[in-house]
């Protein structure tokens, strides 16, 4: 399809209080694109974001989600003060080891506490 071309070999710059625009699809491709806003809102029906190295750098991060789904060949987390996860059933599955390594472990449970093992060692 033919299309109507805005051509220059300068920069071109566009200065107004307000822009806006509308159509039914809009492409950018750029070797490099940079935005920069005090505010910023994203709102879509579906976001698809792909990227060889995606790295998010603020202060706080807010999520809020019904469900999350995460799959990485290789996790790793480090949080410097308290790592807290509270929830009504949570389970920790791994096919070789589980390791739980502090100065203090604590074990709590109301009713019951309970380890099961071909050999179980205390000490």
Do not use: C, W
Request: proline content about 2%; hydrophobic content about 40%; aromatic content about 4%.
């Amino acid at each position: 399809a033919e299309s109507d071309v805005l051509a220059t070999d300068r920069p071109l710059a566009l200065e107004a209080p307000e822009l806006a625009l509308r159509a039914d699809a809009i492409r950018l491709q750029s070797q490099s694109l940079e935005a920069a806003s005090d505010s910023a809102r994203l709102v879509a029906r579906e976001v698809n974001l792909y990227g060889s190295v995606v790295k998010l750098v603020g202060q706080t991060l807010s999520s809020v989600f019904d469900r999350v789904t995460h799959f990485a060949r290789h996790h790793l987390r480090h949080t410097e003060t308290i790592d807290r996860v509270q929830a009504q059933h949570v389970e920790i599955e791994a096919q070789q080891m589980v390791r739980v390594s502090s100065e203090h472990t604590l074990l709590n449970g109301d009713k019951l506490v309970k380890a099961r093992g071909g050999q179980i060692h205390f000490g």
